[in-house]
Nanobody
Framework: QVQLVESGGGLVQAGGSLRLSCAAS????????MGWFRQAPGKDREFVAA????????YYADSVKGRFAISRDNAKNTVYLQMNSLKPEDTAVYYC?????????????????WGQGTQVTVSS
């Protein structure tokens, strides 16, 4: 089992940047695929980005491609989401998630473990 704790959220003006971190417990972090999702009020949880176990392959939602970057440091048991050129529509609670099997990385229900979420608010 793995426990995930997100940090780094906050309030930022449009065009600004934030870096989210997700620290994982346990000694098998490198065996998990990792993803970031977000959920705005009244909306479903949506895929943002994912990274392979080694960190060598990344995936992004079209809405964030070119602005966000996911990365991981397996030595530190941490996954990051660098968010640049933020827009008001990026406002949401951001969650990191871990996937313990080969499954669809774009679907929230296919992830096994979740953090508690961190609020990101982008003002216009």
């Amino acid at each position: 089992q793995v426990q995930l704790v997100e940090s780094g959220g906050g309030l930022v003006q449009a065009g600004g940047s934030l870096r989210l971190s997700c620290a994982a417990s346990g000694r098998t972090f490198s065996s998990y695929r990792m993803g970031w999702f977000r959920q705005a009020p009244g909306k479903d949880r949506e895929f943002v980005a994912a990274v392979s176990r080694s960190g060598g392959t990344t995936y992004y939602a079209d809405s964030v491609k070119g602005r966000f970057a996911i990365s991981r440091d397996n030595a530190k048991n941490t996954v990051y989401l660098q968010m640049n050129s933020l827009k008001p529509e990026d406002t949401a609670v951001y969650y990191c998630a871990a996937q313990n099997s080969v499954s669809d990385r774009f679907i929230a229900s296919r992830y096994d473990y979740w953090g508690q979420g961190t609020q990101v608010t982008v003002s216009s």
